[in-house]
């Protein structure tokens, strides 16, 4: 069940929090395989099984990016933040892979609130997440991603949008 927080003060008093995990999303060869042909990162360790079998981890591997770039659609499963315009994706900061993602895992993603700062634009949300593999000994991911979150004007009546 996605975790409803009323508002900006709601998140300010959350912050410092482990939010939770998201459910587990299979990371299937097909899905690296429109990866490595959506970014040109065709990599024989991603996108050849046979060759990969012979290599260092037996198996095709996600891309790291691949691993970043599922963060923002399984932290959703995790939380919401209620009356904002929108939340825009502001940047990440001290990414690391400190474990490979075999073609065929299972990942999740867990969500702890950082920071919060007012800004002339909107608050800065500053979570670090972490992408753990089903089985796996570390996390495949690491990572403190900042998002822009913009209030909804008062006489608004505009959705929330995500990116």
Known sequence: MVRVIDGL????GAIGTHLGWSGWFEVTQERID????????RQWIHVDPER??????GTTIAHGYLVLALVPSL????YTIA?????VNYGAGRVRFPAPTPAGSRVRVGVELVSLTATPRGHQLVERVTVEREGGGKPVCVAE?????????????E???HD
Do not use: K, N, W
């Not at 003060?9 to 300010?12: N, T, V």
């Open 9 to 12: 003060d709601e998140l300010d």
């Open 159 to 161: 959705e929330t949008a």
């Open 75 to 78: 932290s959703a499963q995790i």
């Open 52 to 57: 990969a079998a012979r290599g260092p981890f």
């Open 145 to 157: 991603t900042v998002a822009l979150l913009v209030p909804r004007p008062e006489t608004s009546d």
């Open 83 to 87: 009356g904002l315009r929108m939340v």
């Open 34 to 41: 429109a990866f490595a042909e959506l970014t040109g990162d």
